[in-house]
């Protein structure tokens, strides 16, 4: 069984992937998940995304997001919303993209006051490209996560994250476990 950040963040090592992966780490264990999680950074292919087709590289990305069992989608919070990055790359998913895959919705702030974007916005979109969204989405505050990358140690943040996988674990067992081949 799999797991997978998807990040909408058009720069490249940022607090979107450390949140997502992150996040990924915990959520996975609350499922009962083992592995490392995979990541797939829209900002390397965000100049390919309109390319007609999809080229090669974008149909491989989307192959990967489809066949996971647990994604966890990371967004900075843009507008108060996630990013059109995100959105071009969902677009390009058929209806249903994503029955079967276990969904995670994350969006990274910079103020409290767009806490509710994550469930308003995010969460439904999975839900549409049919992904189950067990749990809410999770609304972090970017002071809350490092800004080195992904290979740091965010201790702030799994304070956060802790309490919340807890909270999930028996949903996020009982979907992924339903899910999975």
């Known amino acids: 069984m799999t797991t997978t950040v998807l990040v909408g963040n058009p720069r490249p ?20 998940l083992t592995g490392e999680a995979d990541l797939l950074d ?3 292919l965000q100049q390919r995304l309109l390319t007609p087709g999809p080229p090669p590289e974008v149909a491989a990305a989307l192959e990967r997001v489809r066949a996971t ?12 919303t ?3 990055l ?39 979109l999975l839900l549409e490209l049919g992904a189950a969204v067990p749990t809410p989405g999770l609304a972090l505050l970017q002071d809350t996560i490092p800004p080195e990358g992904p290979a ?15 909270g999930a674990a028996p949903a996020l067992r009982a979907t992924v476990r339903t899910s999975a081949p």
Request: glycine share 10%; hydrophobic share 55%; no cysteine.
């Open 86 to 124: 995100l959105k071009v790359f969902l677009d390009l998913l058929p209806a249903g993209g994503l029955d079967g895959v276990t969904a995670v919705p994350v969006l990274v702030m910079g103020s409290p006051a767009h806490t509710l974007a994550v469930d308003v916005h995010l969460r439904p």
């Open 42 to 44: 829209l900002a390397g």
């Open 69 to 80: 069992d647990l994604l966890v989608v990371a967004s900075p919070t843009y507008k108060a």
């Open 152 to 166: 740091v140690a965010a201790p702030r943040l799994d304070e956060v994250l802790a309490p919340w996988a807890a």
């Open 82 to 84: 996630y990013t059109g």
């Open 13 to 32: 090592h940022s607090r979107t992937a450390t949140a997502g992966l992150a996040v990924a780490g915990h959520a996975a264990r609350a499922a009962g």
